[in-house]
């Protein structure tokens, strides 16, 4: 990929997220292949690569596990997942839109649905959006869907080779809603989106144009993306004409060169909202109704966590979560010390924070990119003070005999955090010897 296409991405596609300009150089460093920058990646930056994965490749055929399932291709993922996956063949038509629901998956947290979408009239610009998802009574939120730039001049979709941004297999990958798991049948509600721009495009992004720096590489690649957007009969703004408050009043949508929507500076919009307000036109709302089989996807869960505090020297571990499953991986463990403080659960946040879990000292097997991780001092509703380690990680592509519970533990790098003395490295020996859990 182009330095100018990454750079683009980063500034386009990474909206929610905290990249600041410092991590954002440090990533294209190492993609260019520049001395690495020995700096811990922050939670920020590792989410960045997620969003960057799912977005830059266009879910290719490339990935594993959970997307490659998504993008049609079961051949590829895990067996577990595969064996979890309830195949669906769902489908309706609206507004020369059609939607194709093909399989789901469930594991007590997340719901996994994917799809294929054809515009059967590609001259009638269309963007498609998750409006709601319902399981039972149960609300479902989308963190992920590939609907969201539907046949705009997304233009690392356009250069994709092979690639059909007027029939895209894809998915959502949903949070259901609430702490009890469904079970037994269980119906699903879909309703997809439609909306249609409500004039027509234009796009409006410097990034498009030289500067004044440029090499004759840069220069080339510029010159060659502007051909490839207007080869769509999309019409490009001029350098100097680059306010998109200005074509908007002369009845243009303007959108940058990722496909999204510029959109009036403070205006806020969220995942549900389906019409930008004089931008973007709700034309039909597609219903898909199926019957998921919660069990079948319950059988793949692996839960290790059995409520009993284990006992250690000066404090007690309480692990309260450590699931592992085909779709999700999480650990919520309370560290609970002898002397009911502040300044004690400190100490003991500082030394065994970042409490993975891994297969032996390794990362488990898997499937995907996903990280969120968060350490904190809390006081309990008992008054209790605990150090919490709360973390949520990949499903795995093959389960383990066993799980350990690895303190300081750096899940991007596969391997124990430096710097730590040789006392602290003692101590966390022996929290590993004890916080094992054999896999059911």
Do not use: C
């Not at 190492?30 to 920020?44: A, C, D, M, N, Y």
């Not at 049948?185 to 879909?190: A, H, N, W």
């Not at 969120?372 to 008054?383: A, K, S």
């Amino acid at each position: 990929m182009h330095e100018d296409a990454f750079r683009q991405a980063l500034r386009q596609r990474l909206d929610g997220v905290r990249f600041p300009e410092e991590s954002r150089l440090q990533v294209l460093t190492q993609i260019k292949g520049e001395p690495k920058v020995k700096k811990k990646l922050s939670l920020g930056l590792i989410l960045a690569f997620a969003l960057i994965l799912i977005t830059l490749t266009v879910l290719a055929a490339t990935q594993t596990g959970l997307l490659q399932y998504l993008v049609g291709s079961p051949e590829k993922a895990s067996q577990e997942l595969v064996g979890s996956v309830q195949p669906l063949d769902v489908e309706a038509t609206a507004d020369n839109i059609h939607v194709k629901l093909t399989g789901t998956a469930y594991d007590g947290e997340k719901l996994v649905i994917s799809w294929e979408t054809e515009n059967l009239n590609p001259d009638q610009r269309a963007m498609l959006s998750v409006k709601s998802v319902t399981a039972g009574e149960k609300t479902v939120w989308p963190n992920y869907t590939n609907l969201s730039e539907t046949w705009l001049p997304y233009i690392f979709g356009l250069q994709e080779e092979g690639f059909d941004r007027h029939h895209l297999k894809g998915g959502m990958v949903g949070l259901v809603k609430g702490d009890e798991k469904l079970t037994g049948q269980v119906p699903v509600k879909v309703e997809i989106a439609v909306q249609r721009p409500a004039g027509p495009l234009v796009v409006v992004d410097d990034t498009l144009f030289d500067k004044e720096n440029d090499d004759e590489e840069s220069r080339a690649y510029h010159l060659k993306t502007r051909a490839l957007i207007e080869s769509f009969g999309i019409m490009i703004a001029k350098k100097e004409e680059q306010d998109p408050e200005a074509w908007f009043k002369k009845g243009y949508i303007p959108v940058d060169a990722g496909g999204n929507l510029l959109v009036p500076e403070g205006t806020v919009t969220g995942l549900f909202d389906n019409a930008y307000p004089g931008r973007m036109e709700v034309s039909a709302v597609i219903p898909l109704n199926f019957t998921l089989d919660a069990d079948k996807g319950l059988s793949f869960v692996r839960d290790l966590s059995d409520g009993k505090d284990i006992k250690m020297d000066g404090f007690t571990v309480r692990v309260n979560t450590l699931r592992i499953t085909p779709l999700t991986t999480r650990l919520n463990i309370h560290l609970i010390p002898e002397e009911n403080s502040r300044e004690q659960a400190r100490v003991l946040h500082d030394r065994y924070t970042s409490i993975l879990p891994t297969a032996g000292g390794k990362n488990l097997a898997y499937s995907d990119m996903e990280y969120e991780y968060g350490t904190r001092i809390v006081q309990l509703p008992d008054g209790q003070w605990v150090a919490e380690s709360n973390t949520l990680l990949p499903g795995v592509s093959a389960f383990p005999d066993s799980v350990t519970l690895s303190p300081r533990w750096s899940f991007p790098d596969n391997m124990r955090e430096d710097g730590i003395s040789q006392e602290d490295m003692k101590l966390i020996e022996e929290f590993e010897k004890v916080l094992v859990f054999k896999v059911k």
